[in-house]
């Protein structure tokens, strides 16, 4: 385990539905991720978190709406989502973005489809 | 704009042959380089990183990467392939320098055959 967990760990949910991804690190690190997964894709990179101050939005659509109440905790609040976001959410955190030569540490993931 | 290319979909690999996973990458200025692992239905677990000095890198469960500026490779290298190594590979990239983001590869899946 790599000290990342991500509840749930399966999702399907109607496009008009509203649901939130949860993560919670117990590494006691300070910048917190959420990137989106699609096959043959590259990683993308959607928010970036630093002691619970969003230092990164990159171009997500405003139906996810990400929440980081303290350190080690990160959510991803989702509705009226398309077909097209199916895919596998991973968390990361990392021991802060000051330094940034430290690798990041991924939860398993949250397998979301929309229909 | 950094980008990174692992230009093998898959990689087939005899059960103890040595592995190569390839990996080049554009950066402005120096950077610095990780590998990751994925397991089925798990997250990316971090391999290794280049930061500066030795060009050969070497990481967990026996695998190396070697640094080649003048080529801009970072390949994942293994002596010795394993069957539980079969897994899904990514190279990543970040420049020097303050804050900047990770850029990931699209993966190689690592097939290593008993």
């Known amino acids: 385990e790599t000290g990342v967990t991500q509840t749930p760990r399966h999702l399907v949910m109607g496009m008009t539905n509203k649901k939130s991804l949860k993560c919670e690190q117990h590494l006691g690190h300070n910048a917190m991720y959420w990137y989106k997964q699609s096959a043959k894709k590259p990683l993308e990179l959607m928010f970036v978190y630093s002691l619970e101050e969003r230092v990164e939005n990159n171009s997500v659509p405003s139906r996810f709406s990400p929440e980081c109440p303290n350190s080690s905790h990160l959510f991803l609040h989702l509705h009226t989502l398309q077909p097209e976001d199916s895919a596998l959410y991973l968390c990361?955190?990392?021991?802060?973005?000051?330094?940034?030569?430290?690798?990041?540490?991924f939860g398993p993931g949250t397998r979301l489809t929309v229909t | 704009a950094q980008s990174v290319a692992q230009p093998e979909d898959q990689v087939n690999v005899a059960e103890g042959n040595p592995l190569t996973v390839k990996c080049t990458y554009s950066?402005?200025?120096?950077?610095?380089l990780f590998w990751y692992v994925q397991y089925p239905n798990r997250g990316l677990q971090f391999l290794l990183k280049y930061i500066t000095g030795d060009n050969l890198v070497k990481g967990s469960y026996g695998f190396e990467a070697e640094f080649n500026k003048s080529q801009t490779s970072f390949h994942l290298k293994k002596p010795s392939a394993l069957v539980s190594d079969s897994a899904l590979y990514f190279c990543a990239v970040r420049p020097w320098g303050g804050y900047q983001k990770v850029t990931f590869g699209t993966g190689t899946k690592l097939q290593v055959i008993p």
């Open positions: 990361a955190s990392s021991q802060d973005l000051a330094q940034v030569i430290y690798e990041q540490y």
């Open positions: 950066v402005s200025g120096n950077p610095y």
